[in-house]
């Protein structure tokens, strides 16, 4: 079974510009997580989807928004970059219910110059 | 939304010694795990623990769901188990909840 996959690995941005990541989960998976990684503020949760449905939010501005398709592939996009969203950008995926453990794809690395 | 706190921050051993890695939470949490993430940025999954015991090869893992931590054991350690070791935690529908990390350097 195929893990959880996330595009592209890696990317590089100006200031001011405006991002698109994409995480297709396990095959079964219906709900999404995303997370920020910086090496000051460590692995923070953005948000999480599940059918189509964001299902919790992180405290991150606006200018970070995420959805899920039918199909359970999820992107999020950051808009109006700032240097400081540099990062390690991860996706989770899970089966339904609290108590499913999370698995993690291998990150889209954002530089923004 | 709960705490998460791990220690040592950061731990040095030499190849072949033992190690215990802690992790307390706030308050109780229904779902548990354990990551391990190398040098390249990958979060591997170690254990799905929210109560008991479990083992896998030289790691294992104890959850004290009542007392709030759980325990993270490294047997025998081999350069490779160098990196950083997350525990995170959920309570309810609530989101994940991550530590700050254990970065680990076990050296030749």
């Known amino acids: 079974k195929a893990g959880v996959t996330q595009t592209p690995r890696y990317l590089i941005k100006t200031r001011g510009q405006q991002v698109t990541l994409s995480c297709s989960p396990i095959?079964?998976?219906?709900?999404v997580s995303w997370y920020q990684q910086t090496p000051g503020q460590g692995l923070q949760f953005l948000f999480e989807?599940?059918?189509?449905?964001?299902?919790n939010k992180g405290n991150f501005p606006g200018r970070f928004s995420g959805r899920q398709f039918s199909n359970s592939r999820s992107e999020m996009n950051v808009s109006t970059l700032e240097l400081g969203d540099s990062a390690l950008y991860l996706c989770?995926?899970?089966?339904?219910?609290?108590?499913?453990?999370?698995?993690f794809g291998d990150g889209t690395r954002l530089s923004i110059l | 939304g709960i705490q998460v706190e791990q220690s040592p921050p950061d731990l040095i051993l030499q190849e072949g010694a033992n190690s215990t890695l802690r992790c307390n939470f706030s308050?109780?949490?229904?779902?548990l795990q354990w990551f391990h993430q190398n040098p390249w940025g990958q979060l591997i999954n170690l254990f799905y623990?929210?109560?008991g015991t479990k083992q896998n090869g030289r790691l294992s893992a104890t959850t004290v769901a009542t007392e709030r931590y759980s325990l993270l054991y490294i047997s025998s350690s081999q350069t490779t188990d160098s990196g950083v070791y997350f525990c995170?935690?959920?309570?309810?529908?609530?989101?994940?909840?991550f530590g700050p990390g254990t970065r680990l350097s076990v050296l030749p």
């Open positions: 623990i929210p109560s």
């Open positions: 995170a935690g959920r309570r309810g529908g609530q989101n994940f909840v």
């Open positions: 989770a995926s899970s089966l339904d219910g609290p108590n499913q453990p999370q698995h």
């Open positions: 095959s079964g998976h219906r709900s």
């Open positions: 989807y599940f059918s189509e449905t964001q299902r």
């Open positions: 308050d109780s949490v229904n779902n």
